[in-house]
């Protein structure tokens, strides 16, 4: 479509259904870009398709003299900045709030008394904006006892970020991140940055890159059971004794799963959280 055309026209109307599979064809012939297949109903099928001028549609219509079309006028919209303008910050958790960057300043100007974490994003093709209840159940029980732990971080399957910078602003440690997806390691580096923290040390791999044990006093893992299943022996040998998991990404009705692995693992519960079909804990580990 022309960019310099302000509006389209949509054409819409309908024909037998057993016949539009030819219409389709001819309106193609005709130089149509697409058609859109609306309804079936009482044996007729109902369309629309998309015309970019006044003079594109008069060409096209006047084709099809037997077609009663019903034309609508639309303004084009630079869909990327429509988009843009619909996100607000987002409270993923009461001491969490992620901001898009367009929206960074405005956020400041508007919630000057603002005292909890505040977390710009840029997302791109990694996992983690905040929004999915996964990532929220994390935060809110890091809000709950985080901020107490000792000892390095290692955050599993790290995505955007997100989850390890919160961690690094509640108690500022050693801090590791792990990913197995090349395309998240830039956007990681590019959101630590955005938000002035140092960058973390990364891994791009699996948890066997790791050596040795008892490394890490907490670690971050937001990940559905069948990715978090093949890592529970590294898990346990990279845990210091006495060290926590955090463990969000597993569907409520699958909970027992994860409640018989501590028992087995000498890890002791010390608090849960559901929000909707999914659920979250926090355990420690005894290792004597």
């Known amino acids: 479509m ?19 599979e030819l219409w389709s064809w001819r309106f193609f012939e005709a130089g ?3 058609v859109e297949e609306l309804t079936n109903e009482n044996g007729l099928t109902h369309f629309r398709l998309v015309l970019p001028d006044e003079e594109s549609l008069k060409a096209f219509t006047s084709q099809f003299p037997e077609l009663k079309f019903e034309i609508t006028q639309e303004e084009v919209q630079d869909w990327d900045t429509s988009w843009r303008d619909q996100q607000e910050p987002l409270q993923v958790s009461d001491d969490l709030v992620v901001v898009p960057p367009w929206l960074n300043e405005k956020f400041d100007q508007n919630n000057p008394g603002f005292s909890g974490v505040k977390l710009q994003i840029e997302a791109k093709q990694a996992f983690g ?12 029980l890091m809000d709950k006892h985080y901020a107490t732990s000792q000892g390095a971080t290692l955050d599993i399957g790290t995505g955007t970020g997100i989850l390890a910078m919160y961690a690094y602003c509640k108690r500022a440690s050693s801090l590791t991140v792990t990913e197995i997806d090349p395309v998240c390691l830039p956007c990681i580096e590019e959101n630590f940055d955005l938000n002035g923290l140092p960058q973390p040390n990364g891994i791009l791999g699996f948890l066997d890159t790791l050596a040795g044990e008892n490394h890490y006093g907490s670690i971050l893992i ?22 926590e998991i955090y463990i969000s990404g597993q569907l409520a009705d699958e909970k027992h799963y994860v409640l018989d692995w501590f028992n087995e693992a000498g890890f002791t519960l010390i608090d849960e959280i559901q929000d909707g079909d999914w659920w979250a804990a926090m355990g420690k580990i005894s290792k004597a």
Do not use: C, Q
Not at 2 to 20: I, L, T
Not at 224 to 242: K, N, Y
């Open 222 to 243: 937001n990940m559905i059971r069948s990715e978090v299943w093949p890592l529970r022996e590294d898990i346990i040998r990279l845990l210091e004794d006495g060290g």
């Open 2 to 20: 022309n960019p310099s055309v302000n509006h389209f026209f949509w054409a819409a109307s309908s024909v037998k259904a057993e016949e539009y």
């Open 32 to 34: 149509a870009a697409s």
């Open 129 to 140: 904006t905040g929004h999915h209840e996964t990532t929220s159940l994390m935060a809110k």
